[in-house]
């Protein structure tokens, strides 16, 4: 019933910079929170950044000062803008979003992922 689409993933270089950005279609009334997860080879799956539909936000510590969050509730859209990349950043990320459907149901959902690489 709802699609995230994420792009902006790439190639960087150490210190760089990337935006992510993730877009809802389908069957949206509204979305409460939306939010960007990590995971790297070997690793679980951890959370990077949330947004609420009030715009509030929150990190992980480790991209705290990096890392900034932003929604744009017109467009169903959800953004992460990357800087001062490390390659421990390096992971495939993924959008998320907590949806209202035009119905009133609600479910949560899921992008396919974007890699991002840190790597010089």
């Known amino acids: 019933q709802v699609q995230l689409v994420e792009s902006g993933g790439g190639l960087v270089q150490p210190g760089g910079s990337l935006r992510l950005s993730c877009v809802a279609s389908?069957?949206?009334?509204?979305?409460?929170?939306m939010g960007w997860y990590r995971q790297a080879p070997g690793k679980q799956r951890e959370l990077v950044a949330i947004?609420?539909?009030?715009?509030?936000?929150n990190y992980a510590d480790s991209v705290k000062g990096r890392f900034t969050i932003s929604r744009d509730n017109a467009k169903n859209a959800v953004y992460l803008q990357m800087n001062s990349l490390k390659p421990e950043d390096t992971a495939v990320y993924y959008c998320n979003a907590d949806c209202i459907h035009t119905s009133r149901s609600q479910a949560n959902y899921w992008g396919q992922g974007t890699q991002v690489t840190v790597s010089s």
């Open positions: 389908g069957s949206i009334f509204s979305i409460n929170d």
């Open positions: 947004i609420t539909s009030g715009a509030s936000t």
